[in-house]
């Protein structure tokens, strides 16, 4: 017997918002190893709902990255790591201080390639972009309309 997925209204709406400003800003969370990872374990499984479900927030969602990072990479001194046979570290201790980080996909390289003078073009008078600035004003409609509260009713 198959185990049924659960509905996406189980999910708090803290984690949707979560997702969906992470899908468009960077967004921080200090938090211990052990609570990142079930934090980022519970944001994946939204995720995934949401894309297979089709919900109207899923082109939002599936844009966010998710990343642990702990040590010097978030400024704080050197922990213990183990390493898996599969060559992916994590801190000893679960307790460790860890930094969550919600981002849109490739943002860490946005202030590099403004720096080397790379300009965005105004893609809104690009033929082969209307289409996509379209969905994006649907994705804006859906966002400035959306009532979590209206979606547990259903």
Request: aromatic share 4%; with cysteine.
């Amino acid at each position: 017997m198959s185990r049924q997925k659960p509905p996406i209204q189980s999910f708090g709406n803290e984690l949707l918002t979560a997702l969906t400003e992470g899908g468009r800003r960077k967004i921080e969370l200090s938090l211990s190893y052990r609570d990142a990872v079930s934090l980022r374990a519970r944001l994946y499984k939204l995720r995934n709902l949401m894309v297979s479900d089709k919900h109207p927030l899923a082109e939002i969602v599936a844009k966010a990255r998710i990343q642990i990072l702990w040590g010097p990479r978030i400024g704080l001194p050197p922990v213990d790591e183990l390493v898996s046979s599969k060559n992916v570290s994590r801190p000893r201790d679960p307790g460790t201080e860890c930094r969550l980080i919600i981002s849109p996909h490739d943002s860490e390289f946005a202030e590099a390639l403004r720096k080397a003078g790379v300009q965005v073009p105004d893609l809104h008078n690009d033929p082969l972009t209307r289409e996509r600035e379209s969905s994006r004003s649907r994705i804006d409609s859906i966002l400035d309309n959306y009532d979590p509260e209206a979606e547990k009713n259903t």
